[in-house]
């Protein structure tokens, strides 16, 4: 989820299309916080990793 939030913020930078930019932050945002739950031992949605 980060690495396609990265992806979606570069090509929204390149291309202009503020879309893709605001998608890429929240996938990004999401994908920290759910990496951050993750690897302090939380279960998120029935997962112990996600990566």
């Known amino acids: 989820m980060i690495a396609l939030g990265i992806i979606l913020l570069i090509i929204g930078f390149v ?18 916080i759910l990496w951050i739950m993750g690897s302090m031992g939380h279960a998120v949605a029935g997962r112990r990793h996600f990566w």
């Open 15 to 32: 291309t202009g299309i503020s879309i893709l930019w605001t998608i890429g932050i929240i996938l990004l945002v999401v994908g920290a």
